[in-house]
């Protein structure tokens, strides 16, 4: 047998630095055949290039997190392409901004989620530089039973009083307690809402029905937090400063023949 050279299995040093070192014994006894006395030596200057080394595995977890977000990229792109119509034209879902714009910026989030209440400002702003941005909004409650309330509550208004949608949608963000019921038909009082219709509308069908539709599209786009943006035919997860949404809003203008 050749004597052992780094080198050789750089693959399998690789891969244990992305695994955290942990697999490296069963993936060398799966991929290479090799002796046990030259796999335990193959093991032991492994480890000590890492320990000599550490480093080196931060630059592999980097680079697979790299790889992970230009997969992701990938099938995101895709659904979005696929799932258009839904996306940008859903009857459904709240337009802000400017309705007639000609451009579509997709919002999915959660009343709850603080990320959420850090991207305002930076959305604010977007639609501010950009008057021709539509900003179609998703209600996606993921933070649990408090939030479905306030999402059911106010997807209740987009169905019995749409015009009174927008300022229980601020409402709602700006609230500092808990989103427990009572406190979401207080936030809808004040906001100028009938409350025993708001109550009556949050049992018609449709509200749970365009909630599974909301959960089932950002399920198509991998969604698994909030805030996350839809720019054109970009993802955009988590919350990002003005300068970066203007950013990917020009990117995609140039880019995106069906936004």
Not at 91 to 103: D, E, Q
Not at 120 to 127: G, H, I, K, T, Y
Not at 237 to 251: C, D, H, I, K, T
């Amino acid at each position: 047998m050749p004597a052992f050279t780094l080198p050789r299995f750089a693959a399998a040093a690789v891969l244990g630095l992305t695994l955290l070192g942990a697999a490296v014994p069963a993936v060398m006894a799966q991929s290479v055949a090799v002796p046990d006395a030259e796999r335990t030596k193959i093991e032991g200057v492994v480890r000590d290039y890492l320990l000599r080394n550490p480093e080196v595995l931060l630059e592999a977890m980097q680079a697979l997190k790299e790889k992970q977000q230009v997969e992701q990229d990938r099938v995101a792109q895709a659904a979005i392409k696929t799932n258009r119509d839904a996306l940008f034209n859903d009857p459904n879902s709240y337009v802000g901004g400017n309705p007639k714009g000609n451009f579509t910026v997709v919002e999915f989030f959660d009343y709850r989620c603080g990320y959420c209440k850090q991207a305002r400002p930076a959305v604010a702003e977007m639609l501010k530089r950009d008057p021709n941005i539509r900003l179609v909004l998703k209600e996606f409650p993921i933070l649990g039973p408090d939030s479905l309330t306030a999402s059911r509550a106010a997807v209740a208004t987009m169905v019995g009083q749409k015009d009174k949608y927008y300022a229980f949608h601020q409402a709602l963000y700006d609230y500092k307690a808990g989103l427990n019921e009572d406190a979401v038909m207080s936030i809808a009082k004040s906001t100028g809402l009938d409350v025993d219709k708001l109550r009556q509308d949050m049992k018609d069908p449709k509200v749970d029905q365009i909630l599974a539709e909301n959960r089932a599209l950002g399920d198509k786009l991998a969604i698994s937090g909030t805030p996350a943006f839809i720019i054109g035919n970009q993802f955009l997860p988590g919350a990002a400063p003005v300068e970066s949404l203007m950013a990917a809003v020009s990117q995609a203008r140039q880019t995106c023949d069906y936004c």
